[in-house]
C-alpha cells in the first residue's frame, strides 16, 4: 500500500480515494468469505488490506488538510479517538451479529461501508475536494 499511494495522489482526490477505495474494500470483505479453501483466505485479503491502508491514511490527509492548522492536531486526535470508539462499538455490535450468524458481521459491515462510500462520493462539495489534495 505505501508503493500505491504516492501514485494515488497524483491522479484522484484523498476523498474521491476513499470513496474508491470503501467501495473496494466492501466488496473484499464479501469475497473473503468465499474461498473454500484456507490459502484462498491470503489472496483475497491482500486487496482488502491495501484498501483499509489507504482509507485510514487519507482520511486522516482530509482531515488534516480542512482543520484550521491551530487546531490540526486537536482535530487528528479526535479522529483517532473516533476510530477507537468505532472499533469498540464494531466489536460489540459484531459479537452480537455473529451471534446470529457467523458471515453476519463481515456482510453488514461491507453493506455499511459501500453505502457510506456512495454518501460520501454523492454529497461531497467541490471546495472540501480542493481543500483536501495531497
Known amino acids: 500500500a505505501f508503493f500505491l499511494l504516492k501514485p494515488l495522489s497524483r491522479t484522484m482526490t484523498p476523498i474521491a480515494a476513499v470513496s474508491l477505495f470503501?467501495?473496494?474494500?466492501?466488496?473484499s470483505m464479501v469475497i473473503v468469505l468465499m474461498p473454500g479453501v484456507s490459502w484462498g483466505f491470503f489472496f483475497t485479503t491482500i486487496?482488502?488490506?491495501i484498501?483499509?491502508?489507504?482509507?485510514?491514511?487519507?482520511?486522516?490527509?482530509?482531515v488534516s488538510n480542512v482543520a484550521p492548522l491551530a487546531i490540526?492536531?486537536?482535530a487528528l486526535g479526535v479522529l483517532t479517538s473516533v476510530q477507537?470508539?468505532?472499533?469498540?462499538l464494531t466489536g460489540v455490535?459484531?459479537?452480537?451479529?455473529?451471534?446470529y450468524k457467523i458471515t453476519l458481521p463481515i456482510l453488514t459491515g461491507s453493506?455499511?461501508?459501500?453505502v457510506a462510500s456512495?454518501?460520501?462520493?454523492?454529497?461531497?462539495?467541490?471546495?472540501?475536494?480542493?481543500?483536501?489534495?495531497?
Do not use: C, H, W
Open 22 to 27: 470503501a467501495v473496494v474494500l466492501g466488496v
Open 47 to 49: 486487496p482488502a488490506n
Open 51 to 62: 484498501s483499509l491502508a489507504v482509507i485510514m491514511t487519507y482520511g486522516a490527509v482530509i
Open 72 to 74: 490540526q492536531g486537536q
Open 84 to 88: 477507537v470508539i468505532a472499533e469498540t
Open 93 to 99: 455490535g459484531g459479537g452480537v451479529l455473529a451471534g
Open 111 to 114: 453493506l455499511m461501508l459501500i
Open 118 to 134: 456512495l454518501i460520501l462520493f454523492a454529497f461531497r462539495k467541490k471546495n472540501v475536494d480542493d481543500a483536501s489534495e495531497v
